[in-house]
């Protein structure tokens, strides 16, 4: 409907401020649907009627084809489209692309606003004029609000301005950003003040909430006009705003923004009741039969309301969204929303999500039981649509007692990691994340003078304040991130990473083996991966036993793995004295170690073999004694 719209009006260009998906790998229906939409309404012989005077291999410098499409001599574009990405389409994965780059590839979409450094953002306009009108367009594809907001304090957010003919400013500044605009936290908006005050209008993208007349900033001397999203993507009181798109015409300075509200979209009705202010009693033997008696009224008159204003076009779904938030406090029961959802299935489009019973939060005492809290004062069941999973857990662990705070990750970067691995699909994420600062945290602690198992906590703490202090779960993120982007080795092939420290020297030595590189020096006759079945026959016991058991119990006899096994018992009396902060630590080392048994003698002999032949390398005695490995356990070297 927007394209037919565009195409009617016969506009100069179509503006998206981001998120043209809500989701960032969207399907192959999707996308292909999307890019026959383009190519019917934006191809055609209509002419262009606006010159493009900037430099376009620095405003599409991530494009391989750093030209405006409707110039490309292979392309015949009747309406340009101009879009940034939105935090649901943004870059990631490999390469670091979006759909947008599939899109601008084909010619179908102008791509920009795409910034490459996150440390020092530059922001260089897309220079238009159209007869005396002359239009510069600043865009900013979204980026990651705590951070954004940094980068303006530190003043690291510049934009480029084009040279004027004379003394007047002639141009017509328009930005396109795509943030948070309402303040959910200290750091996670962008304040209004924060934009130049050059600016004469900024289309304020990522709210969903459909504001699209502009009005005047509170702050600074531009307008803003925030148009909202074009489909409800979920059962929040914003989406039931009437969706609309904008046409703006521009004449030198002046502006103004005509509306055109979507016939097209599917109707969102909500309603909230409370219970307790209603003509019904709570001591109604028959309470629980009323209520539904009064939600069941409720809906019918919604849907009634629905259909008188319906448009009517076929085009326009017939079943409507309707969502009911009730508040049963006061004692009042509630019936059972399944067999309720039921009698409306056919006439609603979302019976399911059609009740949602809440009622007034209680003050409890804390509960000592860490284990039975729940984080239902965090968030409101029904705002889970818009509020971030990675957000909740940032809340979870700050709201958190002292024995339950995260005492080697950071609130922040697990909450990242978990944004990632839920809206990015970067499935990785969570893992490396973990990896990635236990590393550094070892790291850390290898480097402290002293350190045992009375003090080890208050080193952690110590290099967590300085990480806050330091900004460092940014920084965290893109390593994490750039990690998971790197194409993935084979099993086989892939290196493990031990970290071995010197007794003799104080700096740490990363040393890189493979499976491949490893040979020991006695090689058991067992059963071994890829072998044929003559083989395995001739590798049976002599005990005329074949199985695991018996090959674990010969290779237990080694020189090797009894070496394992001595060291194990003679730190057995310290290891049992540690917290329980260690216990955890104590319990996987056991279970690998009981895994090593069963395995050859190939991996069970692995530290020891380095040792052996390295003689120079030794592993550093630390907290009580044991031996530890400086590096997260890899399970197939555990021992």
């Known amino acids: 409907e927007i394209l037919k719209i565009a195409k009617a009006q016969k506009v100069d260009f179509i503006l998206l401020g981001g998120d043209l998906f809500h989701e960032n790998k969207p399907s192959r229906r999707i996308v292909h649907k999307t890019m026959e939409l383009f190519r019917k309404y934006c191809f055609g012989d209509k002419p262009i009627e606006f010159q493009f005077l900037s430099d376009q291999t620095v405003n599409f410098s991530s494009s391989p084809f750093p030209v405006v499409n409707y110039e490309d001599p292979n392309l ?23 759909v947008l780059d599939e899109l601008s590839v084909c010619g179908l979409v102008n791509y920009f606003g795409k910034m490459t450094d996150l440390e020092n953002i530059e922001i260089s306009p897309l220079l238009m004029r159209k007869g005396a009108t002359k239009l510069a367009l600043y865009g900013l594809g979204a980026i990651k609000d705590e951070r954004l907001n940094r980068l ?56 969903h909430d459909c504001y699209i007349d502009p009005v005047i900033s509170a702050t600074q001397k531009f307008f803003v006009s925030q148009p909202g999203s074009s489909v409800a993507t979920s059962l929040s009181e914003g989406e039931t705003i009437k969706k609309q798109v904008g046409i703006l015409v521009i004449r030198d300075k002046s502006f103004k923004v005509e509306k055109y509200p979507l016939q097209t979209v599917r109707q969102f009705y909500m309603e909230d009741i409370c219970l307790a202010e209603t003509p019904l009693k709570v001591d109604d033997p028959y309470i629980v039969r009323a209520v539904e008696q009064f939600c069941h009224e409720k809906v019918d008159q919604l849907l009634e309301k629905a259909s008188l204003e319906h448009s009517g076009k076929p085009i326009q779904p017939q079943k409507p969204l309707i969502r009911l938030r009730v508040d049963y406090s006061g004692g009042f029961d509630v019936f059972n929303v399944h067999s309720f959802a039921q009698k409306f299935a056919e006439r609603v489009a979302n019976p399911k999500e059609l009740i949602l019973f809440h009622r007034k939060s209680e003050k409890k005492e804390k509960s000592k039981d860490r284990s039975t809290h729940d984080l239902e004062g965090l968030v409101r069941e029904d705002s889970l649509d818009t509020t971030k999973v990675g957000d909740i857990v940032k ?4 709201g958190a007692e ?26 990785d994420a969570i893992s490396e994340l973990v990896r990635h600062q236990l590393v550094k945290s070892q790291r850390y602690l290898a480097d402290v003078d002293y350190v045992d198992e009375n003090t080890v906590m208050d080193e952690l703490e110590n290099y967590r304040e300085e990480r806050l202090a330091k900004n460092a779960d940014d920084n965290d993120m893109s390593e994490v991130l750039a990690s998971c982007r790197q194409p993935k080795t084979s099993a086989a092939g892939r290196n493990k990473d031990v970290l071995i420290s010197d007794d003799e020297d104080d700096g740490d030595s990363m040393m890189n083996f493979s499976d491949d590189e490893y040979q020991p020096p006695v090689k058991s006759p067992g059963r071994g991966r890829g072998r044929g079945r003559g083989q395995r026959g001739a590798a049976k016991p002599s005990g005329g036993r074949r199985g695991r058991g018996a090959k674990a119990k010969a290779a237990a006899n080694t020189p090797e793995l009894s070496f394992m096994k001595q060291t194990r018992t003679s730190q ?36 020891y073999e380095v040792s052996r032949s390295n003689p120079d390398l030794r592993f550093r005695n630390s907290f009580s004694g044991r031996l530890q490995l400086l590096s997260p356990i890899n399970r197939s070297t555990a021992g």
Not at 193 to 202: A, H, I, M, Q, R
Not at 395 to 398: L, S, T
Not at 582 to 594: G, M, R, T
Request: aromatic fraction near 10%; hydrophobic fraction near 35%; proline fraction near 3%.
């Open 572 to 607: 057995a009396s310290s290891v049992s004295s540690q917290s329980g902060e260690h216990a955890s630590d104590e319990n996987l080392f056991s279970s690998a170690l009981s895994r090593t048994k069963r395995s050859a003698t190939r991996k069970a002999a692995f530290a």
């Open 402 to 427: 002292q024995n339950f705070k995260l005492s080697v990750l950071s609130d922040r970067g697990l909450g990242d990691a978990i944004n990632e691995f839920v809206e990015k699909q970067e499935k």
């Open 395 to 398: 809340q979870y662990f700050i």
């Open 152 to 207: 303006f304090v530190r003043q690291k957010v510049k934009m480029l301005r084009p040279k004027e003919d004379g003394e007047t400013n002639s141009w017509f500044n328009l930005f396109v950003i795509h943030q948070n605009r309402a303040k959910r936290g200290d750091t996670s908006y962008i304040p209004e003040n924060y934009l130049d005050e050059f600016l004469d209008l900024v289309i304020w993208g990522h709210e």
């Open 76 to 98: 015949n574009v009747a309406i340009p489209v101009f879009s940034i990405h939105g935090n649901h389409d943004d870059p990631t994965g490999a390469g670091n692309l979006c």
